[in-house]
């Protein structure tokens, strides 16, 4: 079985600074997708950023980042330049076997 | 292309009342999958189905049925509604092709059982 942890609830950051989101998995796989998902109080489910476990170069999508550390079962995200439009909960999650399994979700609010 | 469409999008329900959720893609996906998602826990998957007529449980199963007659439908059945079972809900259907996977959610259902 496949458990994804996020040990930060909540977090805050002040617009146009940098958050990062902190991410580890277990599983005995060596082929697998990791993916963040952020969900805005709209409900909807976005993906953010998606990360190959065979690929060492970490994924950027824009002010998105990851920090994958495969050894440490470790996926991190790092949000730059955060604007108020990034206020949302962002879920980590893994994939194998076309099934997805979440972390709890962190809430990350950005001020202005 | 409508995608994953949800029905309701919202509901209230007496315990013990049954209903379906309705799941509906456009896309010819092969994979469909129900989540319920609770504060503080994620979304943990309830049913998925990997093709018509096939179907397997997930995670939290108990009190509910899933069906899968056509590629496109993906109903899920609450037999007796418990107040346990107050939680949002959502479809999702997804693809695998060569090294990419897609997910796509639909937007949710918020069911309330009193």
């Known amino acids: 079985a496949q458990t994804v942890t996020q040990s930060q609830p909540e977090m805050s950051v002040q617009e146009a600074e940098t958050v990062t989101l902190s991410c580890t998995y277990d599983?005995?796989?060596?082929?697998?997708?990791l993916f963040w998902y952020k969900q805005p109080p709209s409900r909807q489910m976005i993906l953010v950023i998606r990360?190959?476990?065979?690929?060492?170069q970490n994924a950027t999508e824009n002010r998105f980042s990851v920090n994958f550390q495969k050894a440490a079962k470790s996926f991190s995200l790092k949000i730059s330049d955060s604007q108020l439009g990034d206020t949302a909960m962002y879920f980590c999650?893994?994939?194998?076997?076309?099934?997805?399994?979440f972390g709890a979700g962190t809430t990350v609010t950005v001020r202005a | 292309n409508a995608g994953v469409t949800q029905t309701p999008k919202f509901q209230v329900l007496k315990t013990g009342q049954s209903m379906t959720l309705q799941c509906a893609q456009d896309?010819?996906?092969?994979?469909m999958s129900w989540y319920r998602q609770d504060p503080g826990m994620g979304l943990r998957l309830i049913h998925y189905?990997?093709?018509?007529?096939?179907?397997d449980q997930g995670e939290v199963p108990n009190g509910y049925n899933v069906s899968r007659s056509t590629t496109e439908d993906f109903p899920l059945r609450l037999l007796s509604a418990a107040p346990s079972q107050t939680s949002v809900y959502f479809c999702?259907?997804?693809?695998?092709?060569?090294?990419?996977?897609?997910?796509?959610f639909g937007s949710g259902t918020r069911l309330t059982v009193v």
């Open positions: 189905s990997v093709g018509a007529g096939i179907t």
């Open positions: 599983t005995s796989e060596s082929n697998y997708y």
């Open positions: 999702a259907s997804s693809y695998y092709s060569g090294a990419n996977y897609g997910y796509t």
């Open positions: 999650a893994f994939i194998n076997d076309y099934k997805l399994s």
């Open positions: 990360q190959e476990a065979y690929k060492q």
């Open positions: 896309m010819n996906h092969e994979y």
